[in-house]
C-alpha cells in the first residue's frame, strides 16, 4: 500500500546529528546514543529490561540499535571506550 501524501515519512532509526550527543549514531528522534544500549547488553541486560528502563524506545527501536551495533562494530567500540574514559 503506497504512504498517502499527507502522511509523514518515518523517522530514520539511527541518527547522526551534529551537535547532538556528540555526533554519536543516536536511536531516531531521541538521545539515546546506541553505543549505551550496546553496553547494556554486553552487560547481559535484556531487551525487556533496556525497553522499562527506557520507556520511550520500543522494539523496533532495539531491533535498529542492535542492527547498527553489530555492523558498527569498530564504531561502538571506539564510542564505549572514549566515553569511559571521561
Same mark, same amino acid.
Given at each position: 500500500? &503506497?504512504?498517502?501524501?499527507?502522511? !509523514?515519512?518515518?523517522?530514520?532509526?539511527?541518527?547522526?546529528? !551534529?551537535?547532538?550527543?556528540?555526533?554519536?549514531?543516536?536511536?531516531?528522534?531521541?538521545?539515546?546514543?546506541?553505543?549505551?544500549?550496546?553496553?547494556?547488553?554486553?552487560?547481559?541486560?535484556?531487551?525487556?529490561?533496556?525497553?522499562?528502563?527506557? !520507556? &520511550?524506545?520500543? &522494539?523496533?527501536?532495539? &531491533?535498529?540499535?542492535?542492527?547498527?551495533?553489530?555492523?558498527?562494530?569498530?564504531?561502538?567500540?571506539?564510542?564505549?571506550?572514549?566515553?569511559?574514559?571521561?
Amino acid at each position: 500500500m &503506497a504512504r498517502s501524501a499527507r502522511q !509523514p515519512a518515518a523517522a530514520p532509526a539511527i541518527r547522526h546529528t !551534529p551537535g547532538v550527543c556528540g555526533g554519536d549514531a543516536c536511536i531516531g528522534n531521541h538521545r539515546i546514543p546506541v553505543w549505551v544500549l550496546e553496553i547494556l547488553r554486553r552487560e547481559g541486560v535484556s531487551d525487556a529490561e533496556i525497553l522499562l528502563d527506557y !520507556p &520511550a524506545l520500543t &522494539a523496533a527501536d532495539l &531491533a535498529a540499535a542492535w542492527a547498527y551495533a553489530d555492523t558498527h562494530r569498530g564504531e561502538m567500540d571506539r564510542s564505549i571506550e572514549e566515553n569511559e574514559q571521561e
